[in-house]
């Protein structure tokens, strides 16, 4: 169904695999991203990547892609919620424990979807937000192992919760 991105994962001296699923390809939707967003302070940059960001203890990650395809610009939370509902119906099919949700961004609204997905015996816990941006989608994804409980769990999902747009 969809095709699945494998980040690199980042703890002190060394690199261990974290995969973040993109549903992307499912929905047909996968390109190069300019950087358009610098997250939390304290966050780096991933092999200089300026759309791929780590916490400075390796546990959590966040991407931010724009990709080349249309997407519309919900006026309404109903619009959102439409969407969401489709959303979350293709990602029930591959996918755990799938939460989606419009959200507010200054009188515009986006997609939240959190879920738990599975690779290699490791789970991890998904916050990926879908936004227009001048008619083109915008995602924000973080990811961290469902086990993690470090300080940067909380503000990465807060972050994506409230505060990107």
Request: aromatic content about 10%.
């Amino acid at each position: 169904m969809g095709q699945i991105i494998c980040f690199p994962r980042i703890r002190a001296a060394t690199r261990r695999g974290l995969a973040l699923p993109a549903l992307l390809a499912a929905l047909g939707l996968f390109a190069p991203a300019g950087a358009l967003i610098v997250p939390m302070t304290g966050w780096v940059p991933v092999n200089g990547d300026a759309n791929f960001w780590t916490d400075a203890s390796g546990a959590c990650l966040m991407r931010e892609e724009r990709h080349g395809q249309a997407f519309p610009l919900f006026g309404t939370p109903d619009e959102a919620r439409a969407f969401a509902l489709k959303l979350q119906t293709t990602l029930d099919k591959r996918m755990t424990a799938v939460v989606t949700q419009p959200v507010d961004r200054a009188g515009a609204w986006g997609v939240l979807a959190a879920y738990d997905y599975t690779q290699g015996g490791a789970t991890y816990r998904v916050s990926q937000l879908y936004l227009s941006d001048s008619g083109i989608l915008r995602t924000i994804t973080g990811s961290s192992a469902l086990s993690e409980s470090g300080e940067c769990v909380n503000s990465m999902r807060d972050f994506i919760r409230y505060l990107a747009n």
